[in-house]
């Protein structure tokens, strides 16, 4: 089966199938700013000359870091080029992710992501979370009121399950979700099937995570030396034959991890190498 090589975001943001996601280039645990932060923006500028089109990075990132590195290596961004970020999550220090969807904070955190991306509208603008203290409706509800004064073009949620996205969908449209998804992680398979129903886009985040399954059996490992591919390659490959409408965002501090990433585009898993690592 030949994979669809891009994907419609809202209906009118047409991007690579594979994006790239921007929380390794801040500090060590995504705290402050990077040892190198040249490097990091030269694995930024490397990203949009291999042909990503979306990259993925939060407030939270840093915080604040990930956005500012994004701006200072790539603005003015390419026409073809999606910045989604996400604000609702505060980071008072290096191990917290406190969440706050009040209302207000969220029109805080989106005018300042604004301000660091150097854009005028967002593409697609994330509510990180669910917070417990603040009605859904009420977050949502925000981002809304945002959209319809022109600072952000489309709205997606993360970390959200069927039912709360369900309940979002009645008071905005979303067209995408970001959750935990991988090859040890598939908790959020009722999430995709419904994103997969009605054309919404899934961002799988930690997209790398339990590539021991790629070695966890003879048959899989014969899969992955059949194809000459990397675990990491192969648990990016199955991503992308998941659902047609998953766009991976795997993210690192290093080119060549990068690169090693990207090459994953590349390779098409038949019905039985993906019914193997489906049932692994």
Not at 236 to 254: D, K, N, Q
């Amino acid at each position: 089966m030949v994979e669809p090589q891009s994907i419609t975001i809202g209906g009118d943001l047409v991007v690579e199938r594979m994006g790239f996601g921007a929380l390794h280039i801040a500090g060590r645990g995504s705290w402050g700013a990077p040892a190198d932060p040249g490097m990091a923006r030269a694995l930024l500028r490397r990203v949009v000359e291999r042909g990503v089109q979306f990259i993925d990075t939060a407030d939270s990132y840093g915080p604040a870091v990930s956005e500012t590195l994004i701006a200072e290596a790539l603005h003015p961004y390419p026409k073809d080029l999606v910045i989604a970020t996400k604000g609702g999550l505060l980071r008072p220090s290096a191990g917290r992710w406190d969440a706050d969807c009040r209302p207000e904070h969220l029109r805080r955190a989106c005018e300042a992501s604004l301000k660091r991306l150097r854009l005028d509208r967002i593409d697609l603008y994330q509510l990180h979370t669910v917070d417990p203290n603040v009605p859904l409706e009420d977050s949502v509800g925000a981002l809304v009121a945002l959209q319809k004064e022109g600072k952000i073009r489309h709205i997606g949620v993360s970390n959200f399950d069927p039912r709360q996205l369900a309940r979002a969908r009645k008071i905005a449209t979303i067209v995408s979700v970001q959750n935990r998804y991988n090859l040890g992680d598939r908790s959020s398979d009722k999430v995709i099937d419904a994103c997969a129903k009605d054309g919404l886009a899934f961002l799988p985040w930690y997209p790398l995570h339990g590539l021991s399954v790629v070695t966890s059996t003879a048959q899989l490992r014969e899969i992955a030396r059949r194809h000459n591919a990397s675990p990491a390659q192969m648990a990016l490959a199955w991503l992308m034959r998941r659902a047609p409408v998953m766009l991976p965002i795997p993210g690192t501090s290093s080119i060549a991890h990068f690169d090693e990433n990207w090459a994953a585009r590349a390779l098409e898993l038949s019905d039985e190498d993906f019914a193997a690592f489906d049932r692994a």
